[in-house]
């Protein structure tokens, strides 16, 4: 049996855990399986490749997407730009276990963001600056598209700003605006980023990294505003299957 996998701290719902499930029954590739590695600390990391299974590839997600980097023993050097690690390949080598890390949102954001785009959408507006905002940041430089964060943190670093300084002026140059924090996230769908989205226009799009609920109270304020709008779970299924060509390459 081929295993593959998602390590994670507390998993819960995966979709990549159903993605891959779903495929490996639809190409009937009954010798494959998905599973949740739910590790309390990424000390434990090594010991998954102790239970006996064929690890053929993982995914990585959050809070260990940095963490896992020292435990490999190549890393691509987009994901290594970066600084996160959301895929890893096996390789077996002369009997030995190499692990190579990968980055697979970046591929996933590009592809899912860029249709939405045209001449007009120069600047971004990115809402948050955790680790979800970095494959983002790559991606908008890589587009040559400038770009500011909204932080909640008590230091700012260069092309940070506060929330409170997003006005009506900023978002005429900033068309493109980005959520990439948990708010609004399942079950806490009445919350949204406070930004004044009177000022939104049907010049804007509004992406959100989230997908559960379909669609964000933030995605509904800018849909009523005209904005054209999209959530993550096309990046998910995108970045899900560049990780199965990694893997399988």
């Known amino acids: 049996m081929k295993t593959f996998g998602l390590i994670g701290h507390r998993l819960g719902y995966s979709f990549s855990r159903n993605f891959f499930t779903e495929k490996f029954a639809k190409e009937n590739l ?3 399986e998905y599973l949740n ?14 239970q006996g299974k064929e690890i053929c590839g993982l995914n990585c997600t959050i809070p260990y997407k940095q963490q896992i980097m020292q435990f490999l023993d190549e890393i691509d050097a987009e994901a290594a730009e970066i600084g996160a690690v959301n895929t890893v390949k096996i390789i077996n080598q002369n009997g030995k276990r190499i692990l190579k890390g990968f980055n697979t949102d970046i591929y996933g954001f590009e592809n899912s ?12 507006l ?19 598209i400038e770009f500011v964060s909204a932080s ?11 929330y409170n300084q997003i006005d009506e002026k900023l978002l005429k140059e900033y068309l493109i605006v980005i959520h990439a924090t948990p708010i609004g996230t399942f079950p806490n769908v009445d919350n949204c980023p406070d ?21 964000t109270l933030f995605l509904k ?10 959530n993550g779970l096309e990046m998910l299924h995108l970045q899900a299957l560049r990780a199965w060509e990694i893997w399988n390459a």
């Open 30 to 32: 009954s010798e494959h």
């Open 37 to 50: 590695f739910e590790l309390d600390t990424i000390d434990e990391f090594p010991g998954i490749f102790e």
């Open 113 to 124: 963001l860029r249709p939405m785009l045209g001449e007009k959408h120069q600047k971004a």
């Open 126 to 144: 990115i809402l948050g600056t955790g680790g979800a905002s970095k494959a983002i940041k790559y991606i908008l430089n890589k587009l040559q």
């Open 152 to 162: 909640i943190e008590d230091q700012l670093y260069e092309k940070e700003i506060r």
């Open 195 to 215: 930004i004044p989205y009177e000022s939104i226009t049907y010049d804007h799009v509004f992406f959100d990294l989230v997908y559960n609920p379909e669609e």
């Open 221 to 230: 304020k800018g849909k009523a505003q005209g904005a054209k709008t999209k």
